[in-house]
């Protein structure tokens, strides 16, 4: 049974950092593309970074690019979130999210096969 374990989420003051992170249970890691999405209430869950099978190839949402890094380390099965220069709006509940094959999670969400509970992020101003 795949699992997707999300932790890291804790409240911070805009201009502040903090580090995401995603371990994968019952799953090949390495196999699946992985991504990050956040959802605030009343707003549909969006699409914040996403990394491919190959490790070199990262997307990002207009948003929290120059701000935001996705990683991931196959080896522990951990994707990884680093956000920088936090702000309000990026408040809301991080979503870890696995999709089987090589893809861009963030265009094609469909192909997510699996998401974790979420952690949540509040900034505060």
């Known amino acids: 049974q795949v699992e997707l374990e999300e932790y890291g989420g804790d409240s911070v003051q805009a201009g502040g950092s903090l580090r995401l992170g995603c371990q994968g249970f019952?799953?090949?890691?390495?196999?699946?593309?992985m991504g990050w999405f956040r959802q605030t209430p009343g707003k549909e869950r969006e699409g914040v970074a996403s990394?491919?099978?190959?490790?070199?190839?990262?997307q990002y949402a207009d948003s929290v690019k120059g701000r935001f890094t996705i990683s991931r380390d196959d080896a522990k099965n951990t994707l990884y979130l680093e956000m920088n220069s936090l702000k309000p709006e990026d408040t809301g509940m991080y979503y870890c999210?696995?999709?089987?094959?090589?893809?861009?999670?963030?265009?094609?969400?469909?192909?997510?096969?699996?998401w974790g509970q979420g952690t949540q992020v509040p900034v505060s101003s």
């Open positions: 999210a696995a999709g089987l094959g090589d893809w861009w999670l963030l265009e094609r969400p469909s192909y997510i096969n699996y």
């Open positions: 990394i491919r099978t190959n490790a070199g190839l990262t």
């Open positions: 019952g799953m090949v890691f390495s196999r699946y593309s």
